[in-house]
C-alpha cells in the first residue's frame, strides 16, 4: 500500500483517534535522520503496516471515545450555497469514525457555490435515493441560493419528508431560513446569520442571537465560521463530548482572530453601521420570500 494509495478516510482514522502522536514521531524520526539528527522516536511504526496495526491498538485502548451505532449524516448542497457553510461542519464530520455522510442534491451533476471562484461540490446521492432515518439532517445557508431553494417544491418536499424520521434537524448561517420555509422550525428556538436572525419569527421560530442555539431534536448555527462550533456541538449530542474534543484538537482550531469584530456586540459602531447597511436589500428580500411563503403555506405553520 502506498501513500498515494492511502485515502484521506483512511488517514483520518490514523490521526483522529489518538494516533496523532506516533504519526508526528514517525515523520519527526524520518526528517531526523535525513538531517543526521539524533531524535528518538521511540516505538513509533516505520511503515504503513506497523502503522495500522497500532492504529487498531489504539482503536481498542480509546474505543469510548467512537463506541456508538453508526452514523448517517445527510448534507443538503445546492446551486449558491456558501461554501464555509458547507465545509465547515463537513471537515468536523468526517473525522468521526463509524459513519456514512452523503450530499444530496436532486440530481448528481456538480454544483456551483456562491462567488465568482466558484468551487463546484459534486453531490453524492439524490432525493429520491437518500437513506430514511437520518441521524443529522442539515441544510447550509448561502445567498442567493438560498431564495431558489426556499421556494423550490422538490426541495421543501424532500425536508419535509426527511424531517419526520431524522434524529436532528440542522443548519448553518441562512440554511435555517430553508428549513423555516419546510415549517421545520415552527414552535422552535434557531438562529441565523445576525442581520437576518429576527425574520424567521415569519416561520413560527422564536430567534436567538447566538452561536449555536439547540432546541429539542433542532440544532441551527449562525453565521459562516459557526459551523464548525455546530459540527463539534453535533459531535458531542451524537458520540461524546470527550470525542468532540479530540476532533478540535485533531483540527487544532483554536481561534485567535486579528480583531474583535466577529459579532455585531462587539465591532466597531462604523464597521457594524457599513455591513448592516449593506445588508439591507437582502434582509428586505428574506423579509419579502418569508412572509410569500407564509401566506401560500399556512397549514406548514399550524400548531
Same mark, same amino acid.
Given at each position: 500500500?502506498?501513500?498515494?494509495?492511502?485515502?484521506?478516510?483512511? =488517514?483520518?482514522?490514523?490521526?483522529?483517534?489518538?494516533?496523532? !502522536?506516533?504519526?508526528?514521531?514517525?515523520?519527526?524520526?524520518?526528517?531526523?535522520?535525513?538531517?543526521?539528527?539524533?531524535?528518538?522516536?521511540?516505538?513509533?511504526?516505520?511503515?504503513?503496516?506497523?502503522?495500522?496495526?497500532?492504529?487498531?491498538?489504539?482503536?481498542?485502548?480509546?474505543?469510548?471515545?467512537?463506541?456508538?451505532?453508526?452514523?448517517?449524516?445527510?448534507?443538503?448542497? %445546492?446551486?449558491?450555497? =456558501?461554501?464555509?457553510?458547507?465545509?465547515?461542519?463537513?471537515?468536523?464530520?468526517?473525522?468521526?469514525?463509524?459513519?456514512?455522510?452523503?450530499?444530496?442534491?436532486?440530481?448528481?451533476?456538480?454544483?456551483?457555490?456562491?462567488?465568482?471562484?466558484?468551487?463546484?461540490?459534486?453531490?453524492?446521492?439524490?432525493?429520491?435515493?437518500?437513506?430514511?432515518?437520518?441521524?443529522?439532517?442539515?441544510?447550509?445557508?448561502?445567498?442567493?441560493?438560498?431564495?431558489?431553494?426556499?421556494?423550490?417544491?422538490?426541495?421543501?418536499?424532500?425536508?419535509?419528508?426527511?424531517?419526520?424520521?431524522?434524529?436532528?434537524? !440542522?443548519?448553518?448561517?441562512?440554511? !435555517?431560513?430553508?428549513?423555516?420555509?419546510?415549517?421545520?422550525?415552527?414552535? %422552535?428556538?434557531?438562529?441565523? %446569520?445576525?442581520?437576518?436572525?429576527?425574520?424567521?419569527?415569519?416561520?413560527?421560530?422564536?430567534?436567538?442571537?447566538?452561536?449555536?442555539?439547540?432546541?429539542?431534536?433542532?440544532?441551527?448555527?449562525?453565521?459562516?465560521?459557526?459551523?464548525?462550533?455546530?459540527?463539534?456541538?453535533?459531535?458531542?449530542?451524537?458520540?461524546?463530548?470527550?470525542?468532540?474534543?479530540?476532533?478540535?484538537?485533531?483540527?487544532?482550531?483554536?481561534?485567535?482572530?486579528?480583531?474583535?469584530?466577529? !459579532?455585531?456586540?462587539?465591532?466597531? +459602531?462604523?464597521?457594524?453601521?457599513?455591513?448592516?447597511?449593506?445588508?439591507?436589500?437582502?434582509? +428586505?428580500?428574506?423579509?419579502?420570500?418569508?412572509?410569500?411563503?407564509?401566506?401560500? %403555506?399556512?397549514?406548514?405553520?399550524?400548531?
Amino acid at each position: 500500500m502506498t501513500m498515494n494509495s492511502m485515502n484521506r478516510r483512511y =488517514f483520518s482514522k490514523v490521526v483522529v483517534v489518538l494516533g496523532i !502522536s506516533t504519526l508526528l514521531c514517525g515523520t519527526r524520526g524520518a526528517a531526523s535522520k535525513e538531517s543526521g539528527g539524533t531524535t528518538d522516536t521511540g516505538n513509533a511504526p516505520e511503515n504503513l503496516e506497523e502503522m495500522e496495526s497500532q492504529h487498531m491498538e489504539v482503536m481498542q485502548k480509546y474505543g469510548s471515545f467512537m463506541s456508538g451505532p453508526k452514523l448517517t449524516i445527510g448534507m443538503v448542497v %445546492y446551486p449558491g450555497m =456558501f461554501l464555509l457553510d458547507l465545509i465547515g461542519p463537513l471537515t468536523v464530520f468526517e473525522a468521526l469514525m463509524n459513519r456514512e455522510i452523503h450530499l444530496i442534491w436532486k440530481n448528481l451533476d456538480p454544483v456551483k457555490s456562491e462567488g465568482a471562484a466558484s468551487i463546484p461540490i459534486t453531490p453524492t446521492t439524490t432525493f429520491i435515493d437518500c437513506p430514511k432515518n437520518l441521524d443529522l439532517l442539515f441544510v447550509p445557508g448561502g445567498v442567493p441560493g438560498m431564495f431558489s431553494v426556499m421556494e423550490d417544491p422538490e426541495v421543501i418536499a424532500f425536508l419535509t419528508e426527511q424531517g419526520k424520521s431524522a434524529k436532528y434537524i !440542522s443548519s448553518v448561517c441562512t440554511g !435555517s431560513f430553508i428549513l423555516g420555509a419546510a415549517g421545520l422550525l415552527n414552535g %422552535y428556538r434557531a438562529t441565523s %446569520y445576525w442581520s437576518m436572525v429576527d425574520t424567521l419569527r415569519e416561520f413560527g421560530a422564536t430567534p436567538v442571537r447566538s452561536r449555536v442555539v439547540i432546541d429539542r431534536n433542532r440544532i441551527t448555527a449562525g453565521g459562516v465560521t459557526a459551523g464548525i462550533d455546530f459540527g463539534l456541538k453535533i459531535v458531542a449530542q451524537l458520540r461524546n463530548p470527550e470525542y468532540a474534543q479530540a476532533i478540535q484538537l485533531y483540527l487544532e482550531y483554536d481561534p485567535a482572530p486579528p480583531y474583535n469584530s466577529g !459579532s455585531p456586540n462587539k465591532a466597531p +459602531k462604523r464597521v457594524k453601521e457599513f455591513i448592516s447597511d449593506m445588508s439591507l436589500g437582502l434582509n +428586505k428580500m428574506t423579509v419579502t420570500t418569508a412572509k410569500k411563503i407564509r401566506k401560500l %403555506y399556512p397549514q406548514r405553520f399550524k400548531g
